[in-house]
């Protein structure tokens, strides 16, 4: 598409050639570390990894690349619905062996922030599949239909009007309402299908109560994830193919950020972006050349 395919941009030359009219996102106050300082990678999974059920080329060989080279990696996807084990599981069929505890969900980032200030056994309300359900009893809470401190909602595609109404005057009596994530809509092969976004929107309307999101692009889960693996800001970077999810959770994380163009957003929608990745790769395979390239300086 233009003359940059074959090689990483940065974000200062890649700015040069966008169009005018982005927002405030696109100068950052710091410059992007160089890739070489770089020891903790927060790896985006759908669009980065693999596409639905298949492995995208190289994705074997990176997670190996960075356990050669000493580098911490956390995987984190928005999708509340599947555990962490499950995720463990579907990576090992693709040949990629990372423990549970190398992949972050959004709800088990929001079970480990909600520890931070509930305390154990708290009464907690759950919209929500199997993969939250685990994450909030893993982490010692109760889970309630009534009478709950929070009101926490990730995607249930077997949501009904009762279990809606039950939040609601939860939420009118005082309850928090947490978010896993925020995504509007769910990409399928049948098309675009409802997200949890449009269940909050949905509460939201509801009660007049707008709810505290821990998944991307908010930047609670890069914290949780970073924390996880003993990782500062300064030596950590998230991959991702989102510019308004993984990107700008990066940026509000304070991390280097690097896009690959591999999923969602493809080089038109990067020029029209107003918020604008550190560093820009075809794919994992070109990042890892740079990463190299880097280490053997
Ligand atoms: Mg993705």
Redesign the pocket.
């Known amino acids: 598409m233009d003359a940059d395919t074959a090689s990483p941009i940065r974000h200062a030359r890649s700015v040069s050639t966008a169009p005018a009219g982005g927002g405030g996102d696109r100068s950052r106050p710091g410059s992007a570390l160089s890739l070489s300082a770089l020891r903790a990678i927060l790896l985006?999974?759908?669009?980065?990894v693999y596409t639905g059920s298949t492995a995208l080329p190289g994705a074997a060989e990176f997670f190996s690349y960075l356990r050669r080279s000493g580098r911490r990696c956390q995987c984190i996807?928005?999708n509340s619905t599947l555990s962490a084990d499950q995720y463990a599981a579907k990576l090992a069929g693709m040949g990629i062996a990372v423990g549970p505890e190398g992949v972050l969900t959004s709800s088990e980032a929001t079970a480990v922030y909600l520890q931070g200030y509930l305390a154990p056994g708290a009464r907690v309300m759950a919209i929500g599949e199997e993969g939250l359900v685990r994450a909030l009893l893993g982490h010692g809470f109760r889970l309630v239909d009534r009478e709950p401190e929070v009101v926490v909602c990730g995607l249930d595609r077997r949501l009904t009007y009762e279990r809606l109404q039950r939040a609601c005057l939860a939420i009118r009596a005082g309850a928090r309402l947490i978010a896993t994530n925020p995504d509007l809509s769910l990409p399928t092969e049948g098309g675009f299908l409802p997200g949890n976004g449009a269940t909050l929107a949905y509460l939201q309307a509801a009660t007049g109560v707008s709810p505290m999101v821990v998944g991307k692009p908010a930047a609670t889960m890069l914290e949780v994830a970073m924390q996880r693996i003993g990782a500062s800001p300064a030596e950590t970077a998230i991959v991702?193919?989102?510019l308004l999810?993984?990107i700008l959770a990066g940026q509000r994380a304070g991390v280097t950020t690097i896009l690959v163009l591999t999923?969602?957003a493809q080089r038109a929608d990067l020029a029209a972006s107003p918020t604008q990745p550190d560093y820009v790769f075809e794919n994992l395979p070109q990042l890892q050349e740079a990463l190299c390239r880097g280490d053997e300086r």
């Open positions: 985006d999974l759908d669009g980065v996807t928005n991702g193919d989102g999810t993984d999923g969602v």
